[in-house]
């Protein structure tokens, strides 16, 4: 009996890690060799098989409609293989093995519904445009290969860096929803919300030993920075500023990234996506300007500089 309690508790145990963590779509998508809108076709035990619709990333591997993909069933983690049965119309982010296709992250974590593309707030209808009387309906695959290529993961440092030059970047953004989110977002999401691609570390023990701590986001921390202001007077800050360049026409959102040091000061704004010199400093000037904030905090307690991001906008009156 006591041998079957602790059979039972070593399997309950098991089971807490058979349910997989979310893979961010973002880091699927530029770290996958091929990504494919298709629809599940069969499975036998060892592999499963898809018919392609489109191909969104990796043109150069020759994939076009209608071909099939033979890929490997994975192991869930549980010693079960995965069913994909239910799978029928997916986004699919493949990694290229010698003998064949595997899911990136061999998960089923992998696929995403092609009805999802993180949380974009706009003319979007799932994934595709919302129907307008007298216009062919068009799915957001199009926006998403361009997406794609427009932007490469730098894994040295986990930034999101554009392939294109800044008259190009500009263009994209004023034809592109997504580009346009990301670039809304400083490259860190579709939504505006934590940087959802590198995951939270852990805070190091207190070390003596240790005279630098590292710099993390400060959403990610046990207690974050807190803004000075409420968070209706924040969105004022933000919102209101005067804009020189108005007669001209120039409108624009300016993103800063601000670096919060131990004392809640803003100690360095970096400009991580401009619109004008002249706007560009003066978003600068107003971060700058912000009273001390409430210091982030460590599980530890220890004060923490961290860093954050901040949007400055800058209008036309008459809009």
């Excluded at 150069?60 to 994909?84: M, S, W």
């Excluded at 392939?163 to 670039?183: C, P, R, Y």
């Excluded at 619109?275 to 904030?293: T, Y």
Aim: hydrophobic residues 35%; contains cysteine; negative net charge.
């Amino acid at each position: 009996m006591k041998h079957f309690v602790v059979l039972l508790a070593f399997l309950l145990n098991l089971s807490s890690y058979a349910e997989e963590i979310e893979h961010p779509e973002l880091r699927n998508l530029f770290e996958a060799d091929i990504v494919v809108d298709a629809n599940f076709k069969s499975q036998d035990q060892t592999y499963f098989y898809i018919i392609v619709n489109e191909s969104i990333k990796g043109d150069h591997y020759g994939i076009k409609k209608g071909d099939q993909l033979k890929l490997f069933r994975e192991d869930d983690g549980c010693v079960t293989v995965v069913d994909f049965s239910s799978y029928k119309h997916d986004r699919y982010y493949l990694k290229k093995v010698p003998k064949g296709w595997i899911l990136n992250y061999s998960s089923i974590q992998s696929i995403k519904p092609v009805n999802q593309f993180a949380n974009i707030q706009t003319s979007y209808c799932g994934f595709s445009y919302v129907n307008i009387p007298g216009r062919k309906t068009e799915t957001i695959n199009p926006s998403l290969r361009e997406f794609a290529e427009t932007y490469q993961l730098d894994a040295s440092n986990q930034r999101y860096v554009p392939t294109v030059d800044s008259l190009s970047l500009l263009a994209k953004i004023n034809s592109n929803e997504l580009i346009a989110a990301f670039e809304r977002c400083g490259r860190m999401s579709l939504d505006c919300k934590m940087d959802e691609e590198i995951e939270p570390q852990i805070d190091p023990v207190p070390d003596e030993n240790i005279a630098v701590l590292p710099i993390q986001a400060c959403e990610v921390l046990y207690q974050r920075a807190e803004y000075p202001y409420s968070g209706k007077e924040m969105e004022d800050f933000m919102g209101k500023n005067e804009n020189p360049l108005a007669d001209q026409g120039i409108k624009g959102t300016v993103i800063t990234k601000l670096l919060i040091n131990e004392k809640g000061e803003v100690s360095d704004v970096e400009i991580l996506y401009g619109v004008h010199p002249q706007l560009d400093s003066l978003a600068r000037e107003k971060a700058f300007s912000l009273p001390a904030w409430k210091a982030a905090e460590d599980r530890y307690g220890r004060k923490r500089e961290c860093y954050t991001n901040m949007r400055f906008y800058f209008k036309i009156p008459s809009d």
